[in-house]
Antibody, heavy 120, light 110 residues
């Protein structure tokens, strides 16, 4: 069974940092880009960023640019999201998803999500 | 404010046909393909329609997608109670250089 499993969420104070992980199992995802998509409580989906299959390229939403950094370790089939300078409006469930294709592609596999709460 | 515009809610009775619209611009829907995601209560989103009108394996043919100009639509025929969910459209945006989503439409089966 193909699975994406996020971990690393939790409660963090404003201005703090957190690192999320997204591990893939059941299939090698190394040739595929992966994205993070978040959903604030009771709100819609917001794309956060994407990293290419080899990790050489990254793309970020303006709302997180300069604060969040994506990386990947293909030997572990895992993608990371380093989140710094966290703000209250970063509170959300963070989903990891596989990108199938480029700009004409889509998110075909999703993880179950991990909750990040930014609060003092 | 989402880049793609969807109605916040839609409803129908079992067996009915409902459509959900998604409006964008020339930098996204006008030049890129549209995907739709279904999010059942308390679960992660799931791919429902890709590249405007393609269904992944396992998605019933009651679900269909279309695109015209800078707008797209999701149609659900033979509405069933298990279709009650949130539906999101998405596309790449050339101006923002990233993926954009609609605000989501909550479908209620009456």
């Amino acid at each position: 069974e193909v699975q994406l499993l996020e971990s690393g969420g939790g409660l963090v104070q404003p201005g703090g940092s957190l690192r999320l992980s997204c591990a893939a199992s059941g299939l090698t995802f190394n040739n595929f880009a992966r994205s993070w998509v978040r959903q604030a409580p009771g709100k819609g989906l917001e794309w956060v960023g994407a990293i290419s299959g080899n990790g050489g390229s990254t793309y970020y939403a303006d709302s997180v640019k300069g604060r969040f950094t994506m990386s990947r370790d293909n030997s572990k089939n895992t993608v990371y999201l380093q989140m710094n300078s966290l703000r209250a409006d970063d509170t959300a469930v963070y989903y990891c998803a596989r990108n199938y294709g480029d700009q004409e592609g889509f998110f075909d596999y999703w993880g179950q999500g991990t909750l990040v709460t930014v609060s003092s | 404010q989402s880049v793609l515009t969807q109605p916040p809610s839609a409803s129908g009775t079992p067996g009915q046909r409902v459509t959900i619209s998604c409006s964008g611009s020339s930098s996204n829907i006008g030049t890129k393909t549209v995907n739709w995601y279904q999010q059942l209560p308390g679960t992660a989103p799931k791919l429902l329609i890709y590249r405007n009108n393609q269904r992944p394996s396992g998605v019933p043919d009651r679900f269909s997608g279309s695109k015209s100009g800078t707008s797209a639509s999701l149609a659900i025929s033979g509405l069933q109670s298990e279709d009650e969910a949130d539906y999101f459209c998405a596309a790449w945006d050339d101006r923002l250089n990233g993926w954009v989503f609609g605000g989501g439409t909550k479908l209620t089966v009456l």
